[in-house]
Nanobody, 121 residues
Framework: QLQFVESGGGLVQPGGSLRLSCAAS????????IGWFRQAPGKEREGVSC????????YYGNSVKGRFTISRDNAKNTVYLQMNSLKPEDTAVYYC??????????????WSQGTQVTVSS
């Protein structure tokens, strides 16, 4: 059974950093694209970043480009999202999924449990 377990969310001041982890079980990460998504209150879920865990190629949304870094450790079957220079507008519940596009991720239907990231002074 494909599953993700997330960790690393929390409360941070603007300008601070957090690292999210997404550990996979029941499948090999290197066989999939892995995406990070987020959903803020009252807003639709949106894609944040994505990695091809096979070749390491990455994608970032415009709002996080230059601040967030996605990486993977295939030996640990884990994908990370390093978030620096956090802004209040980054506040959301963050999820990982085995796709890069939201439509495909919803179709696949496997999501992590979500972790709250709150950026506030």
């Amino acid at each position: 059974q494909l599953q993700f377990v997330e960790s690393g969310g929390g409360l941070v001041q603007p300008g601070g950093s957090l690292r999210l982890s997404c550990a996979a079980s029941g499948f090999t990460l290197a066989d999939y694209l892995i995406g990070w998504f987020r959903q803020a209150p009252g807003k639709e879920r949106e894609g944040v970043s994505c990695i091809n865990t096979s070749d390491g190629s990455t994608y970032y949304g415009n709002s996080v480009k230059g601040r967030f870094t996605i990486s993977r450790d295939n030996a640990k079957n884990t994908v990370y999202l390093q978030m620096n220079s956090l802004k209040p507008e980054d506040t959301a519940v963050y999820y990982c999924a085995p796709e890069c596009e939201l439509v495909a991720a919803n179709r696949f239907g496997v999501w992590s449990q979500g972790t709250q990231v709150t950026v506030s002074s």
